[in-house]
């Protein structure tokens, strides 16, 4: 008798407000269909503390032979923390307003698409970078005015383009350039600049490269200085799929990096803002989550 595969589904409810159909009823009817797969599912609360809570205990549980987050990358980051070293893999349905990792990886933005990968079970192992010691990056955090953009929209609660748009004119309007110094164990270098960005993979949800030499699995990290911006740099942010002026960034890799600004500098992690900052060391941890890819990412 074939084994059924066993997944784990931690859907937000809350993603993918703007289509017609929920994530968790695409996943019922995913799982209606596939007599292989025994999955079961866990719908978020927006309480993260007790939403991680629920998550471990059912890990704890054992036997799963996947978890897949149904979510923008807030909620993809949420469910990677709980996989580091496991050998769990993760597998991704693209469900938010901003599914940056989904895109990195090659992931399909059609949901049955992305399902039907997950049965094909091709695995990566990933490298994360550990922030301060406490938080995880997996795939793209700045200081400076991607972070301060990030504020902005969560505290004005816009939806669509014309109001993401808004936004983007009040952030470019308050931008500021700062002093940092950067120490990745290396060399100390000294610069201003806009936009200080911890890369661990290449492009915003948007598309808009902004690590052209990205490379998940290379036990390195970029650290990316945008030394220049203007208006259209800052709307590719959101809008358009082109990569940032070479000639306006500057790139340090790192297998570790500490980084300080005299004044304090707006800062996020992975699309979720955590205030001003005016230090942050982060170091690689490499191959340190499995994720379900397509056949050429494997």
């Known amino acids: 008798m074939e084994k059924k595969l066993r997944l784990l589904f931690v ?23 596939q007599s292989n797969v025994r999955g079961e599912l866990l719908l978020l609360t927006g309480n993260p503390t007790g ?4 998550l471990q205990q059912l890990l704890h549980e054992g036997g799963w032979d996947g978890v897949v987050a149904a979510g923008g990358d807030g909620t993809v980051k949420m ?7 496991t050998d769990i893999p993760l597998g991704i349905l693209p469900a938010g307003s901003a599914n940056g990792m989904a895109r990195d990886l090659c992931i399909p933005e059609s949901w ?26 997996i795939h793209l955090s700045d200081i400076g005015l991607n972070a301060l953009l990030v504020k ?27 002093a940092v110094e950067i120490d990745n164990g290396a060399d100390l270098v000294s610069r201003e600049a806009f936009m200080i960005v911890l890369a661990n993979a290449g492009k915003y949800g948007t598309g808009a490269c902004i690590n052209p030499v990205s490379d998940l699995s290379d036990g390195i990290f970029e650290v990316v ?6 208006l259209l740099e800052t709307f590719k942010m959101l809008f358009i799929r082109r ?56």
């Open 11 to 33: 859907i937000n409810p809350a993603s993918g407000a703007a289509r017609k159909v929920a994530p968790q009823e695409v996943v019922q009817r995913f799982l209606a269909r």
């Open 51 to 54: 939403d991680q809570a629920r």
């Open 79 to 85: 469910v990677a923390s709980c996989l580091l070293n």
């Open 112 to 137: 049955d698409a992305a399902l039907e990968l997950i049965l094909q079970a091709h695995v990566r192992k990933i490298d994360v970078i550990r922030i301060n010691g406490r938080e995880i990056s």
């Open 152 to 178: 902005y929209f969560q505290r004005s609660g816009v939806r669509g383009m014309a109001g993401y748009a808004r936004v983007v004119l009040k952030t470019f309007w308050y931008r500021q350039r700062f």
């Open 225 to 230: 200085l945008v030394k220049k911006i203007s």
């Open 243 to 298: 990569p940032f002026n070479p000639h306006k960034t500057e790139i340090i890799r790192a297998r570790k990096v500490y980084i300080h600004t005299p004044k304090k500098a707006e800062f996020q992690i992975d699309g979720e803002y955590m205030g001003k900052v005016n230090e942050v060391a982060a170091e690689v941890v490499p191959r340190a989550l499995a994720v379900f890819v397509p056949a050429q990412g494997s």
